[in-house]
């Protein structure tokens, strides 16, 4: 694949990006992709900026986001050894799907490579062409919003930013194994999709219930192989450049909490930060935040601890624990290097994987209370339904 024939690489001599960078900052520590300066040697995270808003939902204006994300981010400290490049921005197709086509072969490609592709601007429904990219890889995945929104919208109307999670879960042949929101808010939700999110054995989890304990939403993004960040799942006092913002959400230290969490797992492959729009942005007080959360997103990238349970498992403490008068034996693992913890699903006897018998799902200490006190925790019961 070319790359540049995708792209309209960043030029720093742009009006926008001018500033006296130092050594120290991210502008003069990231490879600006071009014709000339194409080598991938050594990347790990790639940034993609995507001008597209044709298929948003109620937000026009998105599409101007990367460049303005850009001007705040590359003047942050780098955080980190891991090597960066920009592509710049897609080069918009005639039709939206020209652009879901291209943007999805570009992630498919960086992928295959190991490089993680970073997403920035343009409206969520994007998270269609994201998916679309790990259809040829011949793995199934897990997606993870970060949204105030569950988007399972009318699969009759055409693709939008409403609606693409309809289209995702409609998608054949389907290669989704799980989908879990953080952050949904229950006024918006209607019971329709609250009881399509329990028929799926899919997860949901409230507002609330992520900001009584931060923490708790660290395995639920570390077991996704995508994010897909809405920038609306943000309070609108902190994150005004969005049309469909809400009074509450997430402040921003929290969304930076959150993209930390993705940096670090080391299982996501790509993420997307979408919805921003600066036509209704103060002081440009939402593009300075999310380049902040790009930021942590990056540092956590540099803390990866490389620690998912395969192989060898001598650096894990294993912990056995029997439920249920003794019905079920429940295994769990957790990391000597990050305190992070796993629970071990066995693939049902009748089950069409044939060569594999257990999966590891992330989970966290408080799964492990739970069974200690003789109760299922309900994400072991919920993964071994998907997998009947």
């Known amino acids: 694949m070319n790359f540049s024939d995708y792209f309209n690489p960043i030029d720093l001599q742009q009006d926008i990006f001018a500033f006296d960078y130092n050594e120290n900052q991210l502008a003069t520590n990231i490879l600006l992709f071009n014709a000339e300066q194409n080598d991938l040697e050594g990347i790990s995270i790639a940034i993609i900026g995507v001008e597209e808003d044709r298929n948003t939902y109620d937000n026009k204006g998105c599409a101007s986001a990367p460049n303005l994300i850009r001007k705040y981010l590359y003047q942050l400290i780098t955080p980190g050894n891991k090597k960066i490049v920009d592509f710049g921005n897609l080069k918009r197709g005639a039709t939206v799907n020209d652009t879901y086509f291209a943007l999805s072969a570009i992630i498919e490609n960086l992928v295959k490579r190991k490089i993680i592709p970073l997403m920035i601007g343009g409206s969520q429904d994007l998270t269609y062409a994201n998916f679309l990219a790990y259809q040829k890889l011949e793995q199934t995945v897990n997606l993870v919003t970060i949204d105030s929104k569950l988007n399972f919208g009318e699969a009759n109307d055409g693709i939008n930013a409403n609606n693409f999670l309809t289209k995702i879960v409609l998608h054949q042949p389907n290669f989704l194994f799980n989908y879990a929101n953080i952050g949904y808010q229950s006024y918006f939700v209607s019971k329709e999709e609250l009881g399509l999110i329990e028929k799926l054995y899919f997860d949901a989890y409230r507002l609330g219930q992520i900001q009584k304990n931060m923490e708790e939403a660290?395995?639920?993004?570390?077991?996704?192989?995508?994010?897909?960040?809405?920038?609306?799942?943000?309070?609108?006092?902190?994150?005004?450049?969005?049309?469909?913002?809400?009074?509450?959400?997430?402040?921003?230290?929290?969304?930076?909490?959150?993209a930390r969490y993705a940096g670090m797992s080391d299982k996501l492959t790509s993420i997307g930060f979408y919805e921003v729009n600066p036509e209704i942005d103060i002081n440009n007080q939402t593009v300075h935040s999310v380049a902040q959360m790009i930021w942590y997103f990056i540092e956590g990238v540099n803390s990866r601890k490389n620690d998912f349970p395969i192989g060898s498992r001598t650096n894990y403490t294993k912990y056995l624990v029997t439920i249920l008068d003794g019905k079920h034996d429940l295994i769990f693992y957790k990391s000597d290097k990050s305190d992070r913890w796993w629970m071990d699903i066995p693939y049902p006897i009748h089950s069409k994987i044939k060569y594999e018998r257990h999966l590891l799902v992330p989970c966290s200490y408080k799964d492990y209370q739970t069974a200690s006190n003789n109760e299922m925790p309900d994400k072991w019961w919920q993964t071994f339904q998907k997998l009947i």
């Open 218 to 258: 660290e395995p639920i993004i570390r077991n996704a192989d995508f994010v897909s960040f809405d920038i609306s799942s943000v309070r609108q006092s902190e994150a005004p450049a969005n049309k469909n913002a809400s009074p509450n959400g997430f402040y921003g230290e929290q969304a930076c909490q959150l």
